[in-house]
């Protein structure tokens, strides 16, 4: 009889702490996409999570949005210095591609941002193994390419108040992504490539690559040797985003152009 009880109670236990930190949150993080209804952040409702935890509910968003909206890993984005001064990951979807040119409605929204940042394309399958420093990986990457990326806050309250752990939970915020031509490593240096974006012909943005964990090699470096620990590799022709080289903006409507040094412009435009 003890070890019933003992047995229903563990499985009381395993119950409640599944929905307090993954269905319960993971069904309103879908909601929310759906609905475009914002949610309270994890790390508010669980003042304990911890980023094992997180990256484990962020796995179950990813699992679930695979299976339910049938959407396809294309590659990785990376968020420097979130969680005690380290970077976190999250998943790129084919259907957050969208196309140099393209009008983004606010509405469609629940909070949307810009960044700017310096893209990878992969050429081959990366052994983490192989890997002993940013410099290996060169021979590895196919393109250096100009990005933007659209974050999207789906959490209630300001936006100071996010933290880290909850960016991880929500797959780092994904939700967008403009890719343009890139060119192979041995034609640009990565490390070199500035920006300059303006809304209606005025500057609102600036910055240079090695914003990012001081090279953009060093972040996707970084990701290798993370996803590695999980069994997990970069494959030919998936992309990653290290990581914005200038603020982090608010998305004021407007007719946008970035401008990436030896990498072209991008156009784009909000209403």
């Known amino acids: ?124 399958e990366i052994d983490p193994e192989s890997i002993k420093n940013p410099i290996d990986l060169k021979p590895h990457v196919k393109f250096v390419a100009p990005g933007v990326e659209l974050p999207e806050i789906r959490y209630k309250g300001p936006i100071d108040d996010v933290t880290g752990l909850d960016l991880v939970v929500d797959n780092v915020v994904a939700s967008g992504i403009i890719v343009g031509e890139g060119l192979p490593p041995a034609q640009v240096d990565a490390d070199l490539v500035k920006v300059k974006m303006t809304r209606d012909g005025a500057v609102v943005n600036e910055g240079v690559a090695t914003m990012v964990e001081g090279s953009p090699w060093n972040a996707l470096f970084w990701l290798v040797a993370e996803l590695g620990k999980k ?7 998936q992309i990653v985003f290290t990581g914005g080289i200038a603020k982090f903006m608010d998305s004021d ?19």
């Open 1 to 124: 009889m003890k070890g019933t009880k003992f047995v229903a109670s563990f499985l009381g236990i395993v119950l409640l702490v599944a929905g307090c930190s993954g269905g319960t949150m993971i069904d309103k993080l879908v909601k929310a996409r759906e609905k475009l209804v914002p949610v309270e952040r994890p790390a508010k409702a669980d003042p304990k999570l911890t980023l094992e935890k997180a990256y484990a509910m962020q796995k179950e968003l990813v699992d679930r949005l695979i299976k339910d909206k049938k959407e396809k890993v294309i590659g990785y984005k990376l968020s420097p210095k979130t969680v005690d001064g380290q970077p976190v990951y999250g998943y790129l979807f084919e259907s957050m591609i969208l196309p140099s040119g393209v009008t983004l409605k606010k509405k469609n929204f629940i909070d949307l941002h810009l960044e700017n940042e310096v893209v990878f394309v992969i050429g081959g």
């Open 231 to 237: 069994n997990e590799r970069l494959k030919g022709g």
């Open 253 to 271: 409507p407007g007719d946008y152009e970035a401008s990436y040094s030896g990498l072209g412009n991008m156009n784009f435009k909000v209403e």
